[in-house]
């Protein structure tokens, strides 16, 4: 994302959030060198956006079981009229959902991996 030196330094995305970095990484995609590049960027970050919601919300959540196979993860819950700072979302964990969710972190990773 820049150029800098790294060798024997802390890079400037150490210990940073995911969205921090997904967001860092929107903000130059006005210097790819093709429109092609520039959409494909923006696309891959708003569907990194969306499966981090999720990821999130599985591993910092409140899971509310349904079913034996079907739970919701739900984060940013309000209580009696509590006023939350971040807005609450949520995560259908499914099987289904799950598995398509892995294929999703994954296609990401491919794509990283391809540049």
């Not at 995911?18 to 967001?23: D, F, H, K, Q, T």
């Not at 079981?65 to 079907?70: A, G, L, M």
């Not at 819950?77 to 995560?91: A, D, I, W």
Request: net charge positive.
């Amino acid at each position: 994302m820049s150029e800098e030196e790294v060798e024997g330094v802390k890079p400037t995305t150490d210990a940073k959030s995911v969205s921090i970095l997904i967001n860092r990484l929107e903000t130059l995609v006005s210097r790819a060198p093709s429109r092609d590049i520039r959409q494909a960027i923006k696309e891959w970050c708003s569907i990194a956006k969306d499966a981090y919601v999720c990821r999130n919300a599985v591993v910092h959540g409140q899971r509310i079981s349904y079913t034996e196979n079907e739970h919701t993860f739900i984060t940013n819950t309000g209580y009696h009229g509590e006023l939350r700072g971040r807005k609450s979302r949520s995560f259908l964990a499914t099987k289904n959902n799950c598995k398509m969710l892995a294929e999703v972190f994954g296609l990401l990773d491919h794509v990283i991996l391809m540049v």
